[in-house]
């Protein structure tokens, strides 16, 4: 009993946690991304986790079962897409817009569950997609009234984001999901080195700096086995809202550090697309139960 009140306090501290470490990386990937080659460096991320996750999880593997093999395949293909099409949109975009416009992902999820489990979305649902959609124009249109490609890019990262989360749903049921995570990686990195083999060109040697080092180990221990893992316990220990809308503060994150460390401008219309967007993913995923508290403890008073 003690164990499960422990965890249960730390849930939501990880999940914070999880989504600090994903919103610092938005401002560090873009450098990243200007000396390595997107495949090559989603391949050495992702080899990275697998094997320091394989290895913390070492006890785990007694329970290894062959459909651990296809199951992980199909994760890690969503997985690879959604950081794929994420990083190739980074080159031409700014950090604090990828890392917004990604968040898109927590409001098309309903979506995609009625369309992959029959469920049909509610009308915070609904009034979130308005909002998101109004939120995307204001940050993604300039002043010529067009979308950059990195934009559009980001768009459909953040789809491939939510169709990665009905598919965990799908074919994790009664799997260790830290184990079937190992999978994920593994395959994940698979097809991001034929990837990086077939279309793009190995980097040179020279390109290996301190920094770049302190970058790749940040994005391979932090931002991938260690922010997964806090995800994956925080929401088994917390209810399916508040960590949705906690891991949707990365958005919120990855702004702050692009504006305090990439030097990102601020203009009034992108902070006012920020906050439809905010509002939107907060609409979907607490359905305003907070307001509806507050009307009810004035009523009874």
């Given at each position: ?13 990880m ?18 991304v ?25 006890k ?13 395949a ?14 190739f949109?980074?080159t ?27 469920r ?19 940050v ?38 830290y ?13 991001s ?11 040179p ?10 970058q ?19 929401q ?27 030097g ?38």
């Amino acid at each position: 009993m003690m164990n499960e009140a422990l965890m249960r306090r730390l849930a939501k501290p990880m999940l914070f946690a999880a989504a600090l470490i994903w919103g610092s990386s938005f401002f560090m990937m873009k450098g990243a991304v200007d000396v390595i080659p997107t495949f090559f460096l989603l391949a050495i991320r992702f080899t990275g986790g697998a094997v320091l996750l394989g290895l913390f999880c070492w006890k785990r593997w007694k329970g290894f079962t062959v459909d651990y093999l296809w199951r992980g395949a199909i994760m890690g293909v969503f997985l690879f897409a959604g950081y794929s099409v994420q990083t190739f949109g980074l080159t031409q975009t700014t950090p604090s817009k990828s890392a917004f416009l990604t968040a898109v992902y927590c409001v098309l999820v309903p979506f995609l569950h009625w369309l992959v489990m029959g469920r049909r979305p509610d009308v915070y649902n609904i009034l979130a997609a308005v909002l998101c959609v109004a939120g995307v124009g204001l940050v993604s249109l300039n002043e010529g009234f067009s979308i950059t490609r990195g934009d559009l890019l980001t768009l459909g990262a953040a789809g491939l984001f939510a169709a990665h989360i009905i598919s965990v749903a799908k074919v994790s049921t009664e799997k260790d999901i830290y184990l079937l995570t190992v999978f994920q990686f593994a395959f994940a990195a698979l097809y991001s080195w034929i990837g990086g083999f077939l279309f793009q060109k190995m980097p040179p040697v020279s390109v290996i700096n301190g920094d770049l080092l302190l970058q790749m180990g940040y994005f391979i221990v932090m931002c991938t086995t260690v922010a997964l893992l806090f995800q994956n316990v925080g929401q088994v220990w917390s209810d399916p809202a508040s960590a949705a809308i906690i891991l949707s503060l990365e958005s919120v994150f990855g702004v702050l550090f692009s504006v305090l460390c990439y030097g990102d401008p601020v203009t009034p219309r992108l902070l006012l697309g920020f906050a439809l967007i905010f509002v939107a993913v907060v609409c979907s995923e607490t359905k305003l139960s907070f307001l509806r508290r507050g009307r009810g403890a004035e009523g009874n008073a």
